[in-house]
T-cell receptor
């Protein structure tokens, strides 16, 4: 099994940068994913990290440190439409590659 | 298909009745996941299929819940003798093997009255 921890809520200003942290404990790490979920909608894939380091994709970047069991999602040049829940998910090899999610971080972007 | 399709999109059922939820994954995706999401809560893992077999059933909350998958395609999640606590959105996702990102369907909103 595993524990995945994220802050429950965050608020940031339009145009700013925000970092959403995720820590996890797992015995068979096999990749970390970030998803975005707008209210009433299905989650959509943002990023994937399996090796240590930073993955950049446009305004979004994700970082992983396997030794620390730590990841963050960095959102730059925030837009109002970025207000959503951000879900950290860990794939664990010991359970046949099941994908387990944290409870999500609700981000509110204000003008 | 173009995306993961779930049916029905909404289901209202009386307490004690059985319900069957369907998921059509993206064509060719061998991995399929079921999750439950209660209002304002995170995604609760239920079950994972690789092909037609389920290596991980640890998330099924009780023996009233069961799932099957046939032909490495369609999956059904069955909830017997539904209870009010079963009310939630049930999300299905599929991925190309177990090592790539999962794509989600729009979910089935189940309300038990």
């Amino acid at each position: 099994g595993q524990n995945i921890d994220q802050p429950t809520e965050m608020t940031a200003t339009e145009g700013a940068i925000v970092q959403i942290n995720c820590t996890y404990q797992t015995s068979g790490f096999n990749g970390l994913f970030w998803y975005q979920q707008h209210a009433g909608e299905a989650p959509t894939f943002l990023s994937y990290n399996v090796l240590d380091g930073l993955e950049e994709k446009g305004r979004f970047s994700s970082f992983l440190s396997r030794s620390k069991g730590y990841s963050y999602l960095l959102l730059k040049e925030l837009q109002m439409k970025d207000s959503a829940s951000y879900l950290c998910a860990v794939r664990e090899a010991n359970s046949g590659y099941a994908l387990n999610f944290g409870k999500g971080t609700s981000l509110l972007v204000t003008p | 298909g173009a995306g993961v399709s779930q049916s029905p999109s909404n289901k209202v059922t009386e307490k004690g009745k059985d319900v069957e939820l369907r998921c059509d994954p993206i064509s060719g995706h061998t991995a399929l996941y079921w999750y439950r999401q209660r209002l304002g809560q995170g995604l609760e893992f239920l079950i994972y299929f690789q092909g037609n077999s389920a290596p991980d059933k640890s998330g099924l909350p009780s023996d009233r819940f069961s799932a099957e998958r046939t032909g490495e395609s369609v999956s059904t999640l069955t909830i017997q003798r539904t209870q009010q606590e079963d009310s939630a959105v049930y999300l299905c996702a599929s991925s190309l093997g177990g090592m790539t990102e999962a794509f989600f369907g729009q979910g089935t909103r189940l309300t038990v009255v």
